[in-house]
């Protein structure tokens, strides 16, 4: 299938159903910790590989990290079902900026052509607000506690900011690094279902902790009120203690190379 091969542990069965992705080496990890805590303890239904992955050469035993992404599969209160998207590794901003759409654009095609296939009619794709401590003028500010959300089947409205009950518009620009806005994109034009909706969701972010507690709070809030999704107490916990326990390494910087390889949590 193009430059993308999807390995399913059992054949899958068209339905409707809905996208989450996340990219679990984002800064702050409140992304990776709120996508883990959705899957809980459930076990990937299928993995993706692709010869375009930013894969480390070295590895280590035991429990050896693997080189794919993870799809995993849940149902909300409603009994609709969700695919959840672990990108365990991605190019984004840095010295490879300019080839982050080079490599990020067949295999997010890929994806969308075959879970439309399969009744994916609707993305979310969890994410922060990176940009909103950087020091530049008109950035826009999502407060603490709330969302913000971009609707890209609307792309000409203006993002929407609050919590489930108190949504208002927000004028200010939103700088997007990669590749929440690539996979969103690629997913609105390429999938030929009728499509529910197509979004990618902020939680603010902060420069002053290493983990974003407060940003997976959101986002799993956001999840739960929004889409009826649960999350597994347990497993959030277990992610914050493992994040909060290497914050302290001597190159704590090392911890987002390792999720980068794709971590075995």
């Not at 035993?61 to 849940?74: A, I, N, Q, S």
């Not at 909300?76 to 990020?104: C, D, E, M, Q």
């Not at 009950?165 to 997007?176: A, F, R």
């Not at 979004?199 to 009120?225: A, I």
């Amino acid at each position: 299938m193009g430059d993308t091969d999807i390995v399913w542990t059992n054949s899958p069965t068209r339905k409707p159903t809905t996208l989450v992705a996340f990219y679990q080496g984002e800064q702050g990890f409140a992304s990776f910790v709120a996508g883990m805590g959705l899957i809980g303890e459930e076990k990937p239904v299928a993995k993706i590989y692709s010869k375009l992955h930013s894969v480390d050469p070295m590895n280590s035993f035991p429990d050896p990290t693997f080189p794919e992404w993870r799809l995993y599969e849940v149902e909300n209160g409603a009994g609709r079902r969700y695919f959840i998207l672990r990108l365990s590794h991605t190019y984004v901003v840095g010295p490879n900026t300019t080839k982050a759409w080079l490599y990020n654009y067949p295999i997010f095609r890929d994806i969308t052509m075959h879970l439309a296939s399969l009744g994916v009619d609707e993305l979310v794709y969890m994410t922060t607000h990176l940009m909103q401590t950087a020091p530049m003028n008109d950035q826009a500010y999502i407060p603490d506690g709330d969302v913000a959300v971009f609707d890209y089947l609307n792309p000409e409205n203006d993002l929407l900011v609050g919590s489930f009950n108190n949504i208002t518009e927000m004028e200010d620009e939103m700088l997007v690094p990669p590749p929440s806005w690539m996979f969103a994109k690629i997913f609105k034009d390429f999938n030929q279902n009728v499509l529910k909706g197509v979004s990618v969701v902020f939680c603010p972010h902060t420069d002053t902790v290493f983990v974003n507690e407060r940003g997976s709070e959101v986002l799993l809030k956001f999840m739960h009120e929004r889409h009826w999704l649960s999350s597994d107490t347990e497993k959030i916990n277990e992610m914050l203690t493992m994040i909060n326990d290497v914050e302290h390494m001597q190159e704590p910087a090392e911890f987002t190379a390792i999720l980068d390889g794709g971590f075995y949590v």
